[in-house]
């Protein structure tokens, strides 16, 4: 199995910015899609945002697109999630997830889940 631990969240007061990490085991992280998701208390899961294999497609919620950027390093099995000017509404856990299919990560169904990490905003 793939293993994926999340990092970085805490507490940012809105405009602020942070810097989310996801470190997966294994030597084949290059071959898996990645994705960043959020769930707020009360709502559903959402997707953030996507990255394909090589890092040459991404996708981003439109609720985060030109605020965030994901990322990968495939030399060090992570990815990334940089947030900036965020909001009170981006206060959610976030977790990291992987799958072998880009699609499936766009249609927020991939195999594996980290454990997520929040992210608490106050206005």
């Known amino acids: 199995q793939v293993r994926l631990v999340e990092s970085g969240g805490g507490l940012v007061q809105a405009g602020g910015s942070l810097r989310l990490s996801c470190a997966a085991s294994g030597r084949t992280f290059s071959s898996y899609a990645m994705g960043w998701f959020r769930q707020a208390p009360g709502k559903e899961r959402e997707i953030v945002a996507a990255i394909n294999t090589s890092g040459g497609t991404t996708h981003y919620a439109d609720s985060v697109k030109g605020r965030f950027t994901i990322s990968r390093d495939n030399a060090k099995n992570t990815v990334y999630l940089q947030m900036n000017s965020l909001k009170p509404e981006d206060t959610a856990v976030y977790y990291c997830?992987?799958?072998?299919?880009?699609?499936?990560?766009?249609?927020?169904?991939?195999?594996?889940w980290g454990q997520g990490t929040q992210v608490t905003v106050s206005s």
């Open positions: 997830a992987a799958d072998r299919s880009y699609r499936d990560v766009l249609l927020s169904s991939p195999f594996y």
